[in-house]
């Protein structure tokens, strides 16, 4: 028997085990990263509070008093209304969750043991408009009055901003001549996107904010007309993982505006670290979005759909017209 035994161990089970390690080694990569995603995402959450709170004039609170409240905010049982549609309340903060930290396993940066495809960029707008929906099914699942209006003024933005932010995307890849971010990247080797199209990168900053319903698109969420809108049935752990795909969304937002317009990983004042490059360039995109967030008033729904359809939405075209204009007449020449 355990001549049989150290046989079939060596014949069967030996090799078996060899094609699995290297899935194996992939997966704690992975969870490792998914770690380490969501340590940033504290981080960020911290500096937040830390730069609230310098704006605001008063004391911030430290690192260990923001882990204890989210500790304890997620601890809490999750009070489930009566009348809501369960199933669907209980799966959208965890499908946003998910939907958020996935995407960043493509990211051309990286650990070697993580794909790295070639992929296109309307991958990455698929899935940051997968994650808002999972917000808009959450307030609808609620079946509260104020969450009900709030998925309403959720997919009232989505649907401005997503064909801005199309548009935008469209032309960078029109500018760079290619479809996936390594292609991105080469392309801004002598000048970063961002000085040519530095109205389209405004227009990023914009529907990122009214994607993600951040001030001033704070609409969906108000706490004074809504009493939390999307988020006011949600509590304990359900809130905290809505908080964090929240926050990782922008932080993912923010990684592809670097990308986009600010080189991504090309060198930066000669620091040719990739990673440290890169993370430079997402904390400044992070400092604007929450310099926006924290000094702009909120605006009105029908004041943000004025904008965006009759202001932003054609010039991002016409800007897009300008573009392939240019690029034909500057190819003809050459």
């Known amino acids: 028997m355990t001549d049989f035994l150290r046989t079939l161990f060596r014949t069967d089970i030996r090799p078996f085990l060899r094609d699995l390690a290297p899935i194996g080694t992939m997966l704690i990569h992975a969870a490792a990263f998914c770690v380490f995603i969501l340590l940033v995402s504290f981080f960020f959450c911290w500096g937040k509070e830390k730069i609230r709170a310098r704006m605001e004039m008063r004391r911030s609170v430290s690192m ?12 809490k049982y999750p009070a489930i209304p009566e009348q809501a549609q369960k199933t669907l309340f209980v799966l959208a903060p965890l499908f946003a969750f998910v939907f958020s930290v996935f995407f960043f396993f493509f990211m051309p940066v990286g650990s070697k043991y993580l794909p790295h495809p070639d992929v296109s960029m309307l991958y990455f707008l698929f899935a940051a408009s997968g994650g808002v929906y999972a917000f808009i099914i959450g307030g609808w699942s609620s079946a509260s009055r104020f969450s009900f209006f709030g998925a309403l003024r959720f997919v ?17 890849l029109m500018t760079a001549g290619g479809s996936d971010l390594q292609a991105v990247m080469r392309a801004q080797r002598h000048v970063w996107f961002v000085v040519p199209h530095f109205p389209l990168f405004i227009l990023y900053i914009l529907s990122v904010t009214m994607m993600l319903a951040q001030a001033p698109f704070g609409s969906p969420k108000s706490d004074l007309e809504l009493a939390g809108g999307i ?6 752990a359900l809130y905290v993982l809505f908080l964090i795909s929240e926050n990782v969304l922008l932080l993912l937002c923010a990684v592809m505006g670097s990308f986009l317009f600010l080189g991504g990983t090309m060198p930066l004042f000669g620091m040719d670290y990739p990673e440290t490059v890169l993370m430079v360039k997402t904390v400044f995109l992070l400092f604007v979005f929450l310099l926006i967030k924290e000094t ?39």
């Open 156 to 172: 009232a933005q989505s649907l401005a901003c997503q064909p801005i932010l199309a548009l935008v995307v469209v032309t960078i």
């Open 64 to 75: 260990k008093q923001l882990f204890c409240r989210l500790c304890v905010r997620f601890l």
């Open 231 to 236: 988020y006011s049935e949600y509590s304990g």
């Open 296 to 334: 702009l008033p909120s605006w009105r729904t029908d004041k943000i759909m004025h904008i965006s359809f009759k202001i932003c939405l054609p010039f991002a075209l016409v800007w897009l017209t300008v573009t392939a204009g240019a690029l034909y007449f500057v190819q003809g020449a050459g």
